[in-house]
């Protein structure tokens, strides 16, 4: 008996401890320099490498688009292009090549690409 009350309890604690956050620790939404600076460097710490400069952000509704400096554990230093879609209460890195649209024969934007019309040029002619 108690070990099923226990089985039946511990989720119940887990999930109060997840309901618990205060607002410093949820993430911001907005579209601006110092959230997507944060929301890069999450992915850029995942990968072990770290942002030099962060270079340049266009925001259209729920997209964002920036660009940054970026180096690796070795040194190596590149410039990277970040597409993110606002979902819920996230920014979703997205793949260019899964959300602007099949190609065209003549450069114009796709009838089947999810990106604003006024990102898509920056954001996707650069794959």
């Known amino acids: 008996m ?12 887990f999930l109060g401890a997840c309901q ?7 993430a911001s939404t907005a579209c601006d320099q110092t959230t997507m600076e944060a929301t890069i460097g999450m992915f850029l ?16 509704g729920d997209w964002a688009y920036a660009k940054a400096s970026v ?6 230093a ?19 090549e899964s959300v602007c649209g099949s190609a065209t024969g003549d450069g114009s934007k796709p009838v089947d690409s999810a990106i604003p019309d006024d990102l898509w040029q920056e954001a ?3 794959i």
């Open 2 to 13: 108690k070990t099923k009350v226990l089985a039946l309890c511990i989720p119940l604690l």
């Open 20 to 26: 618990s956050a205060t607002p410093e620790q949820t």
């Open 45 to 60: 710490h995942e990968s072990e490498m770290e942002m030099t400069s962060f270079d340049s952000l266009k925001c259209s």
């Open 71 to 76: 180096k690796d554990a070795q040194g190596v």
């Open 78 to 96: 590149s410039n990277e292009s970040y597409l993110f879609q606002r979902t819920g209460d996230n920014w979703v890195l997205k793949a260019p």
């Open 124 to 126: 996707c002619l650069v």
